[in-house]
């Protein structure tokens, strides 16, 4: 659901508006426990359109004088929301804090809607007008306590949402993009061939330099996959000077268009240098991870338990991985693969709801609070998935957060979410 944030000093009437636009308190849909206060998120409407309407003004860290509170309140308004609505008290008129709140959101290039609020009594539409002075565009005169005008600002609210995207978005349903990489030998043409089967369709041929990409478009379980570059995979680079270099240009290019990575493995050797080298290269292109191991036909017990250890040793940095044992000669597990394929592509496109991201997170939080460190205990007090693909999220925290906790907090994510088998990124913004 798109996010609408309601940003403003104390007394301003803010909650006075969140009330208002949400009707009848009976007409809560859902609310939301929050991390550090009962409410935070709650289920609106308007006109037929739901939204997430976001009431930042609980967000209060402590020690901080009223006017970077409310340029904090804005700060995250503005990673969490679609549109802002910034409330301005008409009389009083614009005020240094209100100006400060002003610059962070001109700086987000986020689209504000301007609530002037208590347009009521003596006040008049006049008094509203003054604050086209602010720079935001159209001052919108409401009365939060008599209603007056909310429907007209909300319009302009719904006016301002990102368009819902549309249902045939190349995106979403077209052939999902996988680039099949690893060191030369390891088996990438005889995986290809055994995936492809009859069934490959070649793309994009460029007519033929060795150097352009050749993609392939094969069905597998019920979708289709584009390989990409799969010309890099069958005309294999020979041991000529620089060929590795060559190599690895071609593997960040794959990568670079690709949505998930299989890194495929030669399981009857020890893990080799280069091996590593390519996972890396996933993790920094951040592109969904599956790593197959590949020849497991010819892997005794002894070479087993030893390439265990390998891994263990290596690879535990990505140990969130989708893991495969293969056999690309004889088809062995081959669909398993395709399957692992499909849950690190659901997992790199997640979206966590900000609503059920903050009760979740509240949860966790109050059943293992982060340690005390120098006589105070950091908090966390909002957190939103500002992105996916891969997923990442940003934390807003009273204090810094040790790694390792960060560490339990995004495997809390992974087991609570469903991240298997792609990368997730955890920002942490501080507000002492
Ligand atoms: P590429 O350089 O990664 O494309 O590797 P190839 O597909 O050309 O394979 C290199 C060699 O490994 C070939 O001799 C393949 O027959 C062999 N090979 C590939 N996969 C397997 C496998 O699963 N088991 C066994 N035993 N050999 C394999």
């Not at 689209?111 to 007008?129: F, H, R, S």
């Not at 150097?211 to 390989?227: A, H, K, Q, T, Y």
Request: charged share 25%.
């Amino acid at each position: 659901l798109p996010v609408v944030a309601v940003v403003g000093r104390p007394n301003v009437g803010k909650s006075t508006l969140v009330n208002r636009i949400l009707g009848r308190r009976e007409a809560v849909v859902e609310d939301v426990p929050g991390v550090t206060r009962d409410r935070v998120a709650y289920d609106a409407e308007w006109a037929g359109r739901a939204f997430t309407l976001l009431d930042t003004g609980g967000w209060d860290p402590e020690g901080q004088g009223m006017a970077a509170r409310i340029t904090a309140q804005a700060e995250i308004a503005v990673v969490a929301a679609d549109v802002v609505i910034f409330v301005v008290d008409v009389t009083v008129g614009a005020t240094d804090a209100d100006e400060a709140v002003v610059r962070v959101l001109r700086r987000a290039g986020k689209p504000v809607v301007l609530a002037a609020n208590k347009v009521d009594g003596p006040t008049t539409e006049a008094d509203a007008a003054a604050l086209w002075n602010l720079g935001l565009g159209e001052p919108h005169p409401v009365s939060a306590l008599h209603g007056r005008g909310s429907g007209d600002m909300l319009d302009a609210v719904l006016a301002a949402l990102p368009d819902a995207p549309p249902e045939s978005f190349d995106e979403e349903t077209g052939p999902r993009r996988v680039a099949l990489v690893g060191k030369p030998n390891v088996g990438k043409s005889s995986l290809l061939n055994k995936l492809a089967g009859e069934d490959r369709v070649v793309v994009d041929a460029v007519a033929g330099t060795t150097v352009d990409p050749v993609d392939e478009l094969i069905s597998l379980g019920d979708r289709e996959w584009r390989f990409i570059d799969t010309a890099g995979i069958r005309r294999r680079v020979r041991e000529a000077s620089g060929a590795e270099y060559y190599a690895s240009l071609r593997t960040a290019a794959a990568l670079e268009r690709a949505e998930v990575a299989v890194v495929l493995i030669d399981a009857s050797e020890p893990l080799a240098e280069q091996d590593l080298r390519i996972i890396s290269m996933v993790e920094e292109a951040g592109r969904a991870l599956v790593i197959a191991y590949n020849k497991w036909d010819l892997l005794d017990d002894e070479r087993r338990e030893m390439l265990e250890r390998e891994i263990d040793r290596q690879l535990i940095r990505v140990s969130w991985a989708m893991r495969v044992n293969v056999s690309a000669l004889t088809g062995w597990h081959v669909d398993r693969l395709v399957r692992a394929m499909d849950t690190a592509l659901e997992g790199w496109t997640t979206r966590v709801p900000t609503a059920k991201l903050n009760a979740f997170l509240g949860e966790v939080v109050s059943a293992h609070p982060h340690p005390v460190r120098g006589g105070k205990q950091p908090r966390i007090l909002f957190a939103t998935q500002a992105d996916s693909r891969p997923p990442r999220f940003v934390l807003f925290a009273s204090g810094f957060l040790e790694a390792s906790y960060r560490r339990f907090l995004e495997r809390r994510l992974r087991e609570q979410f469903g991240f298997a088998g792609t990368p997730i990124e955890l920002s942490v913004r501080v507000r002492e």
